[in-house]
């Protein structure tokens, strides 16, 4: 099955140049080849129509991949998509859910995880959250003003649920 993916692979090399009906079509012709249980067909169909701005025909597929099992680091990238897809569909929170459940697992794909869930915690109207937690992240690969910046992040962080330009409070 290295095969396969390699194909899979090819279609996302060349998805700038086919255009998006073009790569839902050639991953759902790959996506044929695997047996019905298997997660990733349901993963990739999902992510292409994603990619093709199809996002309330992606979440049924992601959906079904993880009902098959998907693990891995696969599974955290669908987490990411499938939280990116929903926060699209106007579902700012369940994005946030996802990100939140996935993140322990996140290994090298942290850093997207905290990025996609500042996209979702800003669409939730949690502006401030989100560049806190968005900086924290930042400053973690930064070699000078690391410290100033997870200050700023704290400060942030603690204000974000105090009201903003002198707001009385309710």
Do not use: C
């Not at 759902?28 to 067909?41: F, G, K, N, S, T």
């Not at 322990?104 to 500042?118: K, M, S, T, Y």
Request: proline share 5%.
């Amino acid at each position: 099955m290295q095969d396969w993916q390699q194909r899979v692979d090819a279609v996302w090399d060349a998805a700038g140049e086919i255009g998006g009906d073009e790569v839902v079509r050639r991953i759902d012709a790959l996506a044929a080849e695997l047996p019905d249980d298997d997660p990733r067909a349901p993963f990739e169909q999902g992510g292409a129509r994603d990619s093709a701005g199809l996002e309330a025909e992606a979440e049924p597929f992601y959906r079904r991949a993880l009902d098959l099992g998907l693990d891995g680091r696969p599974r955290v990238e669908l987490y990411v998509q499938l939280a990116s897809t929903l926060r699209n569909l106007g579902r700012p929170r369940e994005a946030i859910a996802l990100l939140d459940a996935i993140e322990p697992e996140a290994g090298d794909l942290r850093d997207a995880v905290i990025g996609f869930r500042a996209l979702a915690r800003v669409d939730a109207g949690d502006a401030r959250l989100a560049a806190s937690e968005a900086l924290t992240a930042l400053a973690e690969h930064v070699t000078q003003y690391r410290r100033a910046l997870g200050a700023y992040a704290r400060e942030l962080a603690k204000s974000a649920g105090e009201p903003r330009d002198g707001a009385a409070s309710a």
